[in-house]
Protein backbone atom coordinates (compact mmCIF):
# COMPACT_ATOMS: atom_id res chain seq x y z
CA UNK A 1 0.00 0.00 0.00
CA UNK A 2 1.13 3.61 -0.93
CA UNK A 3 0.87 6.85 1.71
CA UNK A 4 0.42 9.69 -0.16
CA UNK A 5 0.93 12.54 1.50
CA UNK A 6 1.01 16.30 0.20
CA UNK A 7 2.68 20.00 1.02
CA UNK A 8 3.20 22.89 0.17
CA UNK A 9 -0.52 24.57 0.76
CA UNK A 10 -1.09 27.75 2.40
CA UNK A 11 -2.83 31.13 2.22
CA UNK A 12 -1.63 33.26 -0.55
CA UNK A 13 -3.61 36.09 -2.20
CA UNK A 14 -5.27 36.06 -5.65
CA UNK A 15 -2.75 35.92 -8.92
CA UNK A 16 0.16 34.27 -6.53
CA UNK A 17 1.53 30.82 -7.37
CA UNK A 18 2.19 27.84 -5.19
CA UNK A 19 3.91 24.44 -6.00
CA UNK A 20 2.46 21.52 -4.21
CA UNK A 21 4.25 18.54 -3.89
CA UNK A 22 3.20 14.72 -3.14
CA UNK A 23 5.61 12.54 -1.85
CA UNK A 24 5.02 8.55 -2.19
CA UNK A 25 6.41 5.76 0.38
CA UNK A 26 5.50 2.39 0.70
CA UNK A 27 6.15 1.79 -2.85
CA UNK A 28 7.27 3.26 -5.70
CA UNK A 29 4.44 4.89 -7.87
CA UNK A 30 6.63 5.31 -10.75
CA UNK A 31 4.55 3.48 -12.96
CA UNK A 32 1.24 4.51 -12.06
CA UNK A 33 -0.74 7.44 -13.15
CA UNK A 34 -1.25 10.33 -10.40
CA UNK A 35 -3.77 12.70 -10.29
CA UNK A 36 -4.70 16.05 -8.07
CA UNK A 37 -8.22 16.37 -7.11
CA UNK A 38 -9.92 19.25 -4.51
CA UNK A 39 -12.70 20.03 -2.98
CA UNK A 40 -14.15 23.30 -2.06
CA UNK A 41 -16.45 23.87 1.13
CA UNK A 42 -19.27 22.46 0.41
CA UNK A 43 -18.80 21.06 -3.09
CA UNK A 44 -17.61 17.99 -4.27
CA UNK A 45 -14.18 16.57 -4.86
CA UNK A 46 -13.05 17.64 -8.37
CA UNK A 47 -10.44 16.78 -11.17
CA UNK A 48 -7.61 18.89 -11.21
CA UNK A 49 -4.80 17.71 -12.94
CA UNK A 50 -3.56 13.79 -14.16
CA UNK A 51 -0.15 12.46 -15.08
CA UNK A 52 0.43 9.35 -17.43
CA UNK A 53 2.91 6.91 -15.69
CA UNK A 54 5.24 7.52 -18.16
CA UNK A 55 4.97 11.20 -17.64
CA UNK A 56 4.30 11.69 -21.25
CA UNK A 57 0.39 13.19 -21.13
CA UNK A 58 -1.07 15.51 -18.73
CA UNK A 59 -5.00 16.55 -18.48
CA UNK A 60 -6.12 19.27 -17.11
CA UNK A 61 -9.72 20.50 -16.08
CA UNK A 62 -10.57 23.27 -18.13
CA UNK A 63 -10.98 25.59 -15.21
CA UNK A 64 -7.32 24.86 -14.55
CA UNK A 65 -5.51 24.93 -17.72
CA UNK A 66 -2.63 27.01 -18.60
CA UNK A 67 -2.63 27.76 -15.30
CA UNK A 68 -1.71 24.71 -13.56
CA UNK A 69 1.17 22.24 -14.29
CA UNK A 70 1.55 18.71 -12.97
CA UNK A 71 5.01 16.94 -13.11
CA UNK A 72 6.37 14.21 -11.64
CA UNK A 73 9.82 12.91 -10.54
CA UNK A 74 9.94 9.21 -10.55
CA UNK A 75 13.62 8.76 -9.36
CA UNK A 76 12.43 11.05 -6.22
CA UNK A 77 8.65 9.24 -6.10
CA UNK A 78 6.93 12.51 -6.28
CA UNK A 79 4.30 14.27 -7.68
CA UNK A 80 4.08 18.08 -8.13
CA UNK A 81 1.20 20.78 -8.87
CA UNK A 82 2.48 24.12 -9.67
CA UNK A 83 -0.82 26.60 -9.83
CA UNK A 84 0.24 29.93 -11.07
CA UNK A 85 -2.05 32.68 -11.45
CA UNK A 86 -4.40 31.55 -8.35
CA UNK A 87 -8.26 33.22 -8.04
CA UNK A 88 -10.42 33.02 -4.55
CA UNK A 89 -12.03 30.18 -6.82
CA UNK A 90 -9.38 27.99 -6.46
CA UNK A 91 -9.64 27.72 -2.74
CA UNK A 92 -10.14 24.29 -1.89
CA UNK A 93 -8.24 21.23 0.11
CA UNK A 94 -6.13 19.61 -2.74
CA UNK A 95 -5.45 15.76 -2.49
CA UNK A 96 -3.09 13.85 -4.49
CA UNK A 97 -3.51 10.25 -5.46
CA UNK A 98 -2.28 7.42 -7.26
CA UNK A 99 -3.81 5.30 -9.71
CA UNK A 100 -5.40 1.80 -8.53
CA UNK A 101 -3.51 -0.17 -11.34
CA UNK A 102 0.08 0.00 -12.45
CA UNK A 103 0.64 0.41 -15.90
CA UNK A 104 -2.24 1.48 -17.25
CA UNK A 105 -2.60 3.89 -20.44
CA UNK A 106 -5.65 6.68 -21.00
CA UNK A 107 -7.10 7.19 -23.90
CA UNK A 108 -9.31 9.83 -21.97
CA UNK A 109 -9.18 12.30 -19.00
CA UNK A 110 -8.90 10.55 -15.95
CA UNK A 111 -11.75 10.37 -13.27
CA UNK A 112 -11.87 9.77 -9.33
CA UNK A 113 -12.62 6.31 -9.45
CA UNK A 114 -9.92 5.33 -11.22
CA UNK A 115 -7.19 6.17 -8.34
CA UNK A 116 -7.27 3.90 -5.29
CA UNK A 117 -4.91 5.73 -3.37
CA UNK A 118 -5.32 8.88 -1.45
CA UNK A 119 -3.13 11.84 0.23
CA UNK A 120 -4.49 13.47 3.19
CA UNK A 121 -4.93 16.83 1.33
CA UNK A 122 -3.12 20.21 1.89
CA UNK A 123 -5.11 23.36 2.15
CA UNK A 124 -5.07 26.34 -0.54
CA UNK A 125 -6.88 29.83 0.13
CA UNK A 126 -6.62 32.31 -2.25
CA UNK A 127 -7.53 35.51 -1.17
CA UNK A 128 -9.03 38.02 -3.16
Known amino acids: QVQLVESGGGLVQAGASLRLSCAASGRTVSTYAMGWFRQAPGKEREFVAA????????YYADSVKDRFAISRDNAENTVALQMSSLKPEDTAVYYCAADRFSRRDYYRVPKEADFGSWGQGTQVTVSS
Open 51 to 58: ISWRGGRT
